[in-house]
């Protein structure tokens, strides 16, 4: 569905969504039903309250989903989003209570805590030798199920990103290492966990409000039916799945370099 607005939109993100929805005369309930949202979640998105989701990080996968759905320009409504949080983030550290220190003593037993850590932290970081390693996240081959077909199935996740046995392979025995897999769900969301070896280690639908923590042998293989309602940690790092996915249903491996 194209829109015919010019590139450069002179308006908010929420005005632009609610001006392309209401032109298409399309209702909350069937953009939240079309891209898999909460009713609230488009409500928040028309109207720019980005303080109803975890982290900009989810405003602005919604926000791309929203705007391809109806053939918009994405990247400056994006812009316009991160613009948005960056206001909203100064403003609430304004008004955030700043500590003072009246008496010149603290003042200076203030400084010398802070020299000491500082220098413990150049110590440790020129000595100890144990940085955290980087993580590669890559996109793994999706295999999709024409949307008639999927609302037709009982589970959408399972249908939506479930391969055959025979296309998950083991990674490369030089690659594995110990992991440690954090998930928290803050929505209703299909998932399947498999290690190294391509053992499934975790499956299924999981609740809103939901953890699991796993500990494995990596890298993994995650499949999400979607990604943008799932915080994930791998070894205590976050993983940001924003800019490398193109659609909620992803599949990738997340290992160390």
């Given at each position: 569905?194209?829109?015919?607005?010019?590139?450069?939109?002179?308006?908010?993100?929420?005005?632009?969504?609610?001006?392309?929805?209401?032109?298409?005369?399309?209702?909350?309930?069937?953009?939240?039903?079309?891209?898999?949202?909460?009713?609230?979640?488009?409500?928040?998105?028309?109207?720019?309250?980005?303080?109803?989701?975890?982290?900009?990080?989810?405003?602005r996968g919604y926000i791309r989903s929203y705007?391809?759905?109806?053939?918009?320009?994405?990247?400056?409504?994006?812009?316009?989003?991160?613009?948005?949080?960056?206001?909203?983030?100064?403003?609430?550290?304004?008004k955030r209570p700043q500590a003072k220190i009246?008496?010149?003593?603290?003042?200076?037993?203030?400084?010398?805590?802070?020299?000491?850590?500082?220098?413990?932290?150049?110590?440790?970081?020129?000595?100890?030798?144990?940085?955290?390693?980087?993580?590669d996240v890559s996109l793994m081959e999706d295999?999709?199920?024409?949307?008639?077909?999927?609302?037709?199935?009982?589970?959408?996740?399972?249908?939506?990103?479930?391969?055959?046995?025979?296309?998950?392979?083991?990674?490369?025995?030089?690659?594995?290492?110990?992991?440690?897999?954090?998930?928290?769900?803050?929505?209703?969301?299909?998932?399947?966990?498999?290690?190294?070896?391509?053992?499934?280690?975790?499956?299924?639908?999981?609740?809103?409000?939901?953890?699991?923590?796993?500990?494995?042998?990596?890298?993994?293989?995650?499949?999400?039916?979607?990604?943008?309602?799932?915080?994930?940690?791998?070894?205590?790092?976050?993983?940001?799945?924003?800019?490398?996915?193109?659609?909620?249903?992803?599949?990738?491996?997340?290992?160390?370099?």
């Amino acid at each position: 569905m194209q829109h015919t607005q010019q590139d450069n939109y002179t308006a908010p993100p929420g005005s632009v969504l609610l001006d392309a929805r209401l032109s298409a005369g399309k209702s909350v309930g069937e953009v939240a039903d079309a891209l898999n949202l909460l009713t609230s979640h488009v409500e928040a998105l028309e109207s720019n309250d980005y303080s109803r989701f975890n982290s900009p990080m989810f405003a602005r996968g919604y926000i791309r989903s929203y705007a391809r759905y109806f053939g918009l320009d994405e990247a400056p409504l994006l812009n316009d989003c991160e613009r948005i949080c960056r206001r909203d983030d100064e403003q609430a550290e304004k008004k955030r209570p700043q500590a003072k220190i009246h008496a010149p003593g603290q003042a200076k037993l203030l400084f010398a805590l802070l020299g000491t850590l500082l220098f413990w932290g150049i110590s440790y970081l020129l000595f100890s030798g144990h940085s955290s390693p980087e993580l590669d996240v890559s996109l793994m081959e999706d295999r999709y199920v024409p949307l008639h077909e999927l609302r037709a199935q009982p589970s959408l996740g399972e249908s939506l990103l479930k391969l055959p046995e025979a296309e998950y392979r083991a990674a490369d025995p030089q690659l594995y290492h110990n992991a440690s897999l954090r998930l928290v769900f803050n929505e209703d969301v299909w998932l399947e966990v498999r290690d190294a070896q391509g053992a499934v280690r975790l499956s299924g639908q999981f609740a809103k409000g939901e953890q699991r923590q796993v500990s494995l042998q990596g890298p993994v293989q995650l499949a999400l039916a979607y990604w943008p309602a799932v915080d994930i940690e791998y070894n205590q790092q976050p993983v940001d799945l924003d800019g490398l996915a193109e659609s909620n249903a992803v599949r990738v491996q997340i290992g160390e370099l």
